[in-house]
């Protein structure tokens, strides 16, 4: 397994457009992050899932953004009407069991709203 | 809630000359806390993380931090900086509303190691 994944890397669109991002994470962990970054800040936590289930999304920073994790395996993050503000890096963790088992970081994808 | 403040946006120090960089932590419960690293264009990577027992934790490459309850610290350290230490480096406390899952970071410290 070469880490966690997500695609694309980068993201270029125009604003009002809806735009969804993909994270594979470790085959074998079953806990799933996403949090956003901007630029000169540390990720902010957006939402989580154990297994399929999305646990926590009080987070997510407005309804126009959702997330899934269907089959407990991949997750894919949505925004919908994006606005230029939601320019950022948004990235995938995941973990294994354990009250503080190591979350492994995806290399993220830049998203730019044009 | 938790929050994490890291003193000191940029950090340069020479090759070789001891690195310290700062985090101050805010928990209504004893904290879980973390340090990672990001080099450019990569993800996030774990140096270190207290949980319970011994307050001075080593990491990976030389790293090594200091849990200081009265102080509400956890700055790290590394006895001589190398130039493969330049990157970005964050602090972080476990999110107790999410049951310890999610993460809380600090703004970062970018490290320059000059020659």
């Known amino acids: 397994d070469t880490g966690v994944s997500q695609n694309p890397r980068h993201k270029i669109t125009k604003r009002g457009q809806n735009v969804t991002f993909r994270c594979d994470p470790i085959s074998e962990h079953n806990r799933l992050y996403w949090y956003r970054q901007t630029l000169g800040q540390g990720p902010e936590f957006l939402t989580y899932f154990q297994n399929e289930a999305q646990l926590e999304k009080s987070r997510l920073l407005s309804d126009r953004f959702s997330a899934e994790r269907p089959k407990g395996s991949f997750s894919t993050l949505e925004i919908q009407r994006t606005e230029q503000g939601d320019s950022a890096m948004y990235l995938c963790?995941?973990?294994?069991?354990?009250?503080?088992?190591?979350?492994?970081f995806g290399q993220g994808t830049r998203l730019t709203v044009v | 809630a938790q929050s994490v403040t890291q003193l000191g946006s940029h950090v340069s120090v020479s090759e070789g000359a001891l690195v310290l960089l700062r985090c101050n932590y805010s928990s209504s419960v004893p904290p879980y806390l973390f340090w990672y690293v990001q080099y450019p264009n990569q993800g996030l990577q774990l140096l270190l993380k207290?949980?319970?027992?011994?307050?001075l934790v080593k990491g990976i490459n030389g790293f090594e931090a200091e849990f200081k309850k009265s102080e509400t610290s956890f700055h790290l350290t590394k006895p001589s900086a190398h130039m493969s230490d330049a990157a970005e480096y964050f602090c972080?406390?476990?999110?107790?509303?999410?049951?310890?899952?999610?993460?809380?970071f600090g703004s970062g410290t970018r490290l320059q190691v000059q020659p």
């Open positions: 972080a406390v476990s999110g107790l509303d999410t049951g310890r899952r999610a993460l809380t």
């Open positions: 207290y949980t319970t027992g011994a307050t």
């Open positions: 963790a995941s973990s294994g069991q354990g009250l503080v088992a190591e979350a492994f």
